[in-house]
């Protein structure tokens, strides 16, 4: 049996981050995840003028919930779409004038709901080139509160952000909810927020679910980041591909705040073996691998984790209700679809779903990765068994892994 030491949780670290900076104190995270994402958050709240004294597994951020230090701050969010979504919404309850840039991929992806939203709040908030796309400039004077309504179809941060948001108002937040994808990471948000003393109510009514945030404030708090569950899908599948290969992920098991160690269920269902304990999580191949159909709306980020393990199974792979992934950092959904065809896989593909036929991929094939650091690691579960396969941009992990391929390697070794 392998054991894997994961690094933190992405999800975790950032609202960790966005938690801490509005808290009354100073906060300690434990095993924060540092990566290009986290390391580009951390640096737009010390751009915006709040205090984060970073040392190897810990990171220290001395909360302001009046807001930002600086009345005037230029953000750039790297790729990070938590950066980009939940640090101008932090500034909106402060006062001064920010202006927020990212990379052209994060440009391209949207953000158009949580600014009406903010808009409908009160809020100046102006996008200076595409509607609904960054760059864009929050000029803050505090926020009121309210009620308002929100369709998070597309991203589940659109509400995490205004969540986070509502104990920083003057009143609170009621959300009415009309649409929601990827739910078990507001449900993460929600268990942080109580974590820092937030105090969050839902009620499901015939408009949708409506979620009341109090005018509490935060409370500064030591917080331990449990290892990330996406990541380790990678690992996990690595595991169900061949007989008796078997690893395991402490930390990360009954109790587990993040969605997606649901992932190991579908794994399940395809013929693995699966321990899930209050120590950690265990995956081990048994030599079956069945096909199966799965809707992975609730956990999404895993969808080419399994899309790259689907050519192994015994029959055909379809997965539903993922349109989402269509507007991540790709196309996730084509982009698997392109690099499984290239390797000579049988695919088929809608607007929302992905269809994977049995075949031994076959290279060399160099994987389009187009700059998304999940396309490189769920293929390099593939390239265990298809060699020749590359990347055409390996170094896309650092995004929230950078290690990732060192790590794998080792895994891979001591599997042989």
């Known amino acids: ?9 992405k999800s975790v670290t950032a609202r960790a981050l966005f938690l801490a900076a509005a808290a009354r104190g100073t906060t300690t995270l434990l095993k924060p995840l540092r990566s290009d994402d986290t390391e580009g958050f951390a640096e737009g709240l010390k751009a915006l003028g709040y205090e984060v004294r970073q040392e190897p597994g810990a990171w220290h951020i001395t909360g302001r919930p009046e807001g930002p230090a600086r009345d005037t701050a230029e953000v750039y969010c790297r790729d990070g779409a938590t950066t980009a979504r939940f640090l101008p919404t932090l500034a909106a309850a402060g006062h001064g004038t920010y202006r927020f840039d990212a990379s052209a991929q994060m440009r391209r ?4 709901p949580l600014s009406t939203a903010l808009r409908t709040l009160g809020v100046d908030l102006r996008h200076e080139e595409n509607e609904g ?15 308002l309504t929100l369709d998070a179809g597309q991203s589940s941060q659109y509400l995490t952000a205004l969540l986070m948001l509502g104990p920083l108002t003057a009143e609170g937040l009621a959300i009415t909810v009309t649409d929601l994808v990827s739910e078990p990471y507001v449900e993460i948000t929600l268990a942080m927020m109580r974590a820092f003393g937030a105090r969050v109510t839902r009620e499901d009514g015939p408009a949708g679910r409506t979620y009341t945030v109090e005018p509490t404030g935060y409370e500064a708090t030591v917080y331990p980041v449990e290892p990330d569950a996406s990541t380790s ?4 599948a690595a595991a169900a591909l061949d007989a008796g290969r078997s690893v395991t992920v402490p930390g990360l098991g009954e109790g587990a705040l993040q969605g997606d160690l649901a ?12 321990s899930v ?11 079956t691998l069945r096909g199966l159909t799965v809707n992975m709306r609730d956990i999404s980020d895993t969808m080419p984790t399994l899309a ?12 539903e209700d993922v349109a989402n992934t269509r507007v991540k950092e790709c196309d996730r959904l084509d982009a698997c679809a392109e690099n ?13 779903w992905i269809e994977i036929h049995p075949g031994a991929p076959a290279g060399p094939v160099e994987i389009a990765t187009h700059g998304d650091h999940r396309i490189v690691m769920s293929f390099a579960v593939t390239a265990l068994r298809t060699p020749g396969i590359s990347f055409d941009d390996p170094g896309c992990v650092r995004k929230t892994f950078p290690d990732f391929h060192h790590v794998f390697e080792a895994f891979r070794r001591a599997a042989a």
Do not use: N, Q, W
Request: aromatic share 6%.
């Open 308 to 319: 790259a393990l689907a050519p192994f199974a015994d029959g055909p792979v379809r997965i």
């Open 263 to 274: 992932f190991v269920d579908v794994l399940r269902r395809m013929g693995a073996d699966v």
């Open 109 to 112: 992806r949207p953000l158009g």
């Open 1 to 9: 049996m392998t054991v894997i030491d994961i690094p933190g949780s």
């Open 133 to 147: 796309h960054h760059p864009l400039t929050v000029t803050a004077r505090g926020i009121k509160g309210g009620a």
């Open 277 to 287: 304990t209050a120590e950690g999580t265990t995956v081990r191949g048994t030599g």
């Open 233 to 236: 899908s990678y690992f996990f």
């Open 340 to 352: 499984l065809r290239r390797l000579g896989i049988t695919v088929h593909t809608g607007p929302d």
